[in-house]
């Protein structure tokens, strides 16, 4: 909805994820895609585990629905949603697992650890696209603006991720000692 919007010049720029960048897209990163609820990390053993999805079509929901898939791991709709808001309240609330990155994580979420069972997920590309090659001065500086921030927002994100792996790899040694 929002590219066409875009292509009818009702937007200037667009922020998007996808498997790869498109070429007249302007690369902003890359992030993991996540498995995600809240503090109680019971929920990714319940079986069919419970999923927070947004409504198709969506490159998240394939891709985790896909991962499942491979690993035959069995799941359940507990809830569909066209909003991502609704979908966080529902992860907050404990209802589910949805499948998003961290970027705009909510506080009650958690990106679940790999040791929670779940299949792994891979990375997604962050990008941005303007209806136009040289767009007005404006939207040139709000494309910068919006670029900066994000890309500072991934590198954050990226960098709180690897501290996390490297804790849940600390403390599957201790385990194995």
Not at 18 to 24: A, C, F, M, W, Y
């Amino acid at each position: 909805i929002l590219t066409q919007q875009l292509r009818h010049r009702k937007l200037d720029v667009i922020i998007s994820f996808g498997k790869k960048t498109p070429e007249d897209a302007i690369p902003i990163g890359a992030l993991p895609i996540r498995w995600i609820g809240n503090n109680n990390k019971a929920i990714a053993q319940q079986q069919p585990l419970p999923l927070l999805l947004f409504e198709a079509p969506c490159l998240f929901r394939s891709t985790g629905l896909t991962a499942l898939e491979k690993v035959k791991r069995k799941w359940r709709p507990a809830l569909t949603s066209g909003s991502v808001a609704g979908t966080w309240a529902a992860a907050q609330a404990g209802l589910g697992i949805t499948i998003r990155t961290e970027m705009g994580l909510p506080p009650g979420c958690i990106a679940l650890a790999s040791s929670s069972g779940l299949p792994p997920l891979p990375d997604i590309e962050v990008y941005m696209l303007t209806h136009k090659k040289t767009p007005p001065p404006a939207v040139k500086r709000l494309t910068s603006i919006l670029h900066e921030t994000i890309a500072m927002q991934l590198q954050e994100i990226r960098m709180k991720s690897r501290k996390h792996g490297e804790r849940s790899r600390k403390a599957k040694s201790k385990k194995l000692l």
